[in-house]
């Protein structure tokens, strides 16, 4: 069975994983670079590539919000916007992109295609864990679109790290009501604590 | 100059202090007795006795909200209540209890004396600091006290053990704009985040 699994999720300690008010220059929000120094630094620790690495072992399909994919709101219109990334994105593989405006799909070089779903949460992990073809699936952000699947009850495996640092405002994923992960793996390093959490056992 | 310090605030990854629903049975809240399952575990980690002992270690007074100090609302009327830890309560120091109804002081056995502040934070703590004669002060809970002193920017260190579960809803400390704290120093033994962060040098 596919699971839905997010990787590299950087929280700080006030439990955001983006600043406020984002915009072009600022996509993760005001502060919001320094919750992943740890991820960029040139000296970080080698249980970061690890990290890393297992976010994209076994990966057959990824899904994102459409902040995570661009930064255009509302209908589409004539826009030539294909993602943040270039012509050759990092997934190399299908990736599908929430939306609530129908937009034809968008090939890339090195096997990344973007498929836009306007039928919910529900829709695009079928497609997804579909696509993946045994693989699976990558949730991608932003905050808002973990927070929906995590609600939904749909993420198995969500791999965070909390960061000791106050933003004070900003986007949270953890909102009342979501309890269904056990925490699995600790790891501290350079005072970012890096959790694995899996989806609970269904109480019987 | 005397510091104002929080030790051994429990926290969930979520962010809360204590479980929702708190009642005489559930003085933490539902669930909330889980953040605690470090501290009072009889095969505790060595660290833990030593954070317990630092948050001891110097201190001459301690303030606490009036719900940490018993389960009364409103005014006090014929009450004899004297406080959650019987005769001899572990202050051994002057408490003062945060409220808005005026109560005559209770002198405990061992030293304890309760003292009921109504005229807010800034009170209390001048009350506190010049009661611990050159030593710190301990800030205890709850959560809305906790809160309100970090909002006013009045706490020098915050002792804080991130606990790996979800509850789910509950009281937070960490609330828009709390912001002028750094951590410096983080150790994690059997899956608990211990952080300590100390007030943030003023921008000049």
Known sequence: MAKLRVHN???SLDGYVAGPRQSLEDPLGVDGEKLHEWLFADDRAS???DLIERGENGIGATIMGRNMFGPIRGPWG???WTGWWGPNPPYHHPVFVLTHHPHPPITMEGATTFHFVDGGVDAALALAVDAAGGLD???GGGAATVRQ??????VDELNVSVVPILLGSGERVF?????ALECTESVTVDRVTHLRLVKAASPS
């Open 9 to 11: 999720l950087a929280m």
């Open 47 to 49: 249980i970061v590539d």
């Open 78 to 80: 004539e826009d030539t």
């Open 137 to 139: 699936v990558r949730l």
């Open 149 to 154: 699947y995590l609600r939904a009850g749909l």
């Open 175 to 179: 909102e009342d009501g979501i309890t």
